[in-house]
């Protein structure tokens, strides 16, 4: 088993920037090549957010924030991170992170746990 807990989340402005972190413990930080963010606005699906393997060498965007966030992970820390910038009402979402043992996805199925979200509201 492995948990994972979100922080950072917030209200912001239009423009401006958060970093959300994904604590994880239980089983070794190393057993899940593949941590993920992923986020859901009201009344829409889950979508994939960003990716990143272990240990840290390949990751992966979704069009919709390529170029304004980026993903890290803390290896040492068995922590990752969501460094979000030039924030926009669409943004607006609850943020999941999640653990994947295979490779890297975009399929929500293919991660093996997950943690309860952290809210980030971004006004107009």
């Known amino acids: 088993q492995v948990q994972l807990v979100e922080s950072g989340g917030g209200l912001v402005q239009a423009g401006g920037s958060l970093r959300l972190s994904c604590a994880a413990s239980?089983?070794?930080?190393?057993?899940?090549?593949?941590m993920g963010w992923f986020r859901q606005a009201p009344g829409k699906e889950r979508e994939f957010v960003a990716a990143?393997?272990?240990?840290?060498?390949?990751?992966d965007y979704a069009d919709s924030v390529k170029g304004r966030f980026t993903i890290s992970r803390d290896n040492a820390k068995n922590t990752v991170l969501l460094q979000m910038h030039s924030l926009k009402p669409e943004d607006t979402a609850v943020y999941y992170c999640?653990?994947?043992?295979?490779?890297?996805?975009?399929?929500?199925?293919?991660?093996?746990?997950w943690g309860q979200g952290t809210q980030v509201t971004v006004s107009s």
């Open positions: 999640a653990a994947d043992q295979g490779p890297m996805s975009r399929t929500m199925r293919q991660y093996d746990y």
């Open positions: 990143i393997t272990w240990p840290g060498t390949r990751t």
């Open positions: 239980g089983r070794t930080f190393s057993v899940y090549a593949t």
